[in-house]
């Protein structure tokens, strides 16, 4: 049965904190005082005041408990029923008026309870409104419930003073068994939910986390809700312990329940009609509207959630979308796009710069004896129309899937490969390089997009939009062995060579493959361990992509030198002097968006360990000094690429051997750049696509001039820049 309490209505709106939480000497309002701090003088009413308010049917448990400021006019207060302390700023005789919402300035038609108002505030209609602290000209229209609880944890992942561990709210990401689970906190980054998730069985790492989180709060019973200055909240069901930030806007929300909605003048949040969102942290700058349901969630700063999304136990990165459909247990880094209404995302990792089509369900846990398996896929991941996936699978960089029902579990380690199921010959086929091949202005434009549409204001950590970085080139020399490993299997199985190791497999393959030897074409190469299944995993245009991925090394190699040169190259001499004597291909880690070498992680945790990090501020200073160090690092890493694959060591290298490398990387940067414009052109060219238009002038009309497209002329104006800079550059190496 309903447990319901009685007690005296002379109680109501006093003893907010418990007795046994009250430090001595200290009275209810102790924390309220240093939560509202806005210089006022307060005073207690005048009898003619008191006799105004009556008058406009207003009625108190005790009128002395009434403090308003100097500029106080009791005319604006007009059927209300005040309990406990009350504190009132200035109310005078305007309206304030948002998106057409004009209102008189004053507190009408409401009960308050123990609540502090800045300055010429609006509310009106408010039910019920208890333990809360408003700044200055907010708007609080239509509102049946805001309370706040003296436990209240605004959705952060803390346990107040006298609560037991039971009761503690975790984000449950990555896994649905829960043991990746995270403590959500206000301020939490993509890369300290990563490094939570990751390391799981260093219990003292975790215990240490899980101290970093509890110990950034203030653990007294007894804040108040707030509300920052010029927010608008109107016609809303139920806020219960939701702090909110200045200039936020929440209109028709159904309940939002132990949420922090950050908002700023600078980075406005808005949450709109039909949303249901509980134990939650929304960043700066975040819209969720029409019909969202979220529940143990973060949305991190810009990012969206809208049409019906549901978002459960995830991580939603910087600058993304998710509209209409499902996310479970997920973490995602920046940049995500998910718009379609019958899309599914379950137990993943993305990685960054993700777009999930519609249909696509990634993925189905129902191949395990539990529901404990995992998605992982790199910066990049893109399946296609109705692809289903199962998991465990895991996905290089920039991996795209082709419509299609993926029966078994896929560990894809080619990157920029497009991936498709054959089901007429009954194999997987994998064609590495696809982007550069047949979509570059795709690629082009998305690593473009991203940069140019992140709007955090706060750029803590340094995020990689760029599709050659780190993580990518070290994909791309282990996809390299893996095409002349394959091509030589393949090779040495026809001549009927029954037994050779690997080291004579890849040899053949590179011999075969750097003289772009047509019997390549007639092997039917196949790849190992890319699919948990007996059936073949086919890689085709094989010599086309081995080619490719040798030339975007080299490419890469000559942006960094360009990138580390300074301004006409006047670091150049300094640059090259600083390459280390034996360039190292290290190893990196995503760390939530942003590029960070292992062996630094590593040390970090170590850190953690010995008590040297001891704050989750200390971690985000680890990433900005590891963003100081990335151009720099960024730079050798290519180099060291460059040595393994072309045997060019830049610091030993012949000028003759320079200059015909940056030669070829003028030929990397004409190809991307016609390779920019064919693959749009194919859009203006294709009869089935122009059949639907009438004219040219029509197509022209709905589609824009290719001529006129401000991306492509943006990139042929780049290639005519990267021209002169080669040619400058060059002249350096004479």
Known sequence: MNQIRKSPINTLGYNFIPASFLPKGKDEYYLRNQQYKNG???????????????????????????????????????????????????????????????????????????????????????????????????????????????????????????EDEPIRIWMEVCNENGERKIMPFDGMLPGDAFLWTRFRDDNTLQQKL?????????????????????????????LKDV????????????????????????????????????????????????????????????????????????????????????????????????????????????????????????????????????????????????????????????TILAKGDYPVELNIGIPFALVSNDLSK??????????????????????????????????????????????????LVEGIAILQQAT??????????????????????????????????????????????????????????????????????????IANSGRQFRQLDEAIAGIPAKPQLSAWMNIGGQLIKKDAVEKMVAQIHQGRIKSWDQVHAFYQDQAAKYPAEKFHHALAALSIVHGIHLKKAKPETIRQLLQQALAVKTWMTEGIYESRAKDYKNPFRKMVYETTAEMNKVLGKLEDNSFIRQEKAALEQYKKTIASLMKKFT
């Not at 110990?215 to 608008?232: E, H, M, S, W």
């Not at 690629?443 to 940069?451: H, V």
């Not at 086919?538 to 960094?560: N, S």
């Open 488 to 561: 030589g299997k393949a090779y040495l199985k026809q001549k009927g060579t029954r037994r050779f190791s690997n080291e004579e497999a890849i040899a053949e393959g590179k011999r075969l493959l750097d003289a772009s030897d047509p019997l390549v074409n007639d092997l039917e190469i196949l790849a190992e361990g890319f699919e948990n299944s007996g059936r073949p995993v086919q890689i085709i245009k094989v010599t086309r992509a081995y080619h490719i991925f040798k030339q975007l090394i080299g490419f890469h190699a000559v942006e960094q030198l």
């Open 243 to 398: 702090k909110i930030g200045t200039d936020a806007y929440i209109k028709g929300a159904n309940k939002i329940k132990n949420v922090t909605i950050n908002s700023s003048a600078d980075a406005k949040t808005q949450v709109g009609e039909g949303c249901e969102l509980v134990n939650g942290i929304i960043g700066y700058g975040c819209r969720a509207f029409y019909g969202v349901k979220a529940v143990r969630f973060i949305l991190a700063p810009h990012s969206q959630l809208k049409y019906g999304a549901r978002l459960i136990n995830s991580y939603l990165g910087e600058n993304s979308t998710i509209s209409c459909c499902e996310v479970l247990n997920s973490l995602i880094f920046p940049s995500h796009e998910q718009h379609h209404n019958n899309s599914f995302l379950c137990a993943a990792l993305l990685q960054g710069q993700s777009n999930m089509a519609a249909g696509a369900t990634v993925g189905s846990n129902h191949n395990s004896r539990s529901p404990d398996g995992e998605i992982v896929a790199g910066r990049g991941f893109w399946p296609g129309l109705c692809v289903s996936l199962k998991h465990n699978s895991k996905f290089a960089t920039f």
């Open 210 to 238: 899980k101290e970093f989180t509890q110990q950034q709060f203030d653990l007294r019973r007894g804040k108040y809700g707030t509300i920052g200055d010029r927010t608008v909240i109107k016609n809303c069901r139920i």
């Open 40 to 162: 006022l003088q307060y005073r207690h009413l005048t009898a003619h005041e008191i006799e105004m308010l009556v008058r406009n049917r207003n009625t108190s448990d005790n009128w002395n408990n009434i403090m308003v400021s100097d500029a106080f006019n009791p005319e604006l207060v007009q059927d209300c029923k005040f309990y406990g302390l009350v504190r009132i700023g200035k109310l005078e005789p305007y309206y304030l008026e948002f998106h057409n919402l004009r209102r008189p300035v004053g507190l009408y038609n409401s009960t308050i309870i123990s609540c502090d108002f800045g300055d010429n505030v609006v509310v009106d209609n408010v039910n019920y409104i208890s333990h809360y602290i408003t700044g200055n000209e907010v708007i609080l229209v239509n509102v049946n419930e805001i309370d706040t609880t003296d436990h209240s944890k605004f959705g952060n992942g803390i346990l107040m003073e006298g």
């Open 426 to 475: 009954d194999r997987l086929v994998i064609m590495p390089a696809y982007w550069f091949m047949h979509n570059m202005y795709a690629l082009a434009r998305n690593a473009w997009k991203y940069a140019d549409r992140d709007k955090r204001i706060n750029k803590i950590q340094l995020l990689e939009f760029d599709y050659l970085a780190p993580d990518s080139i070290n994909e």
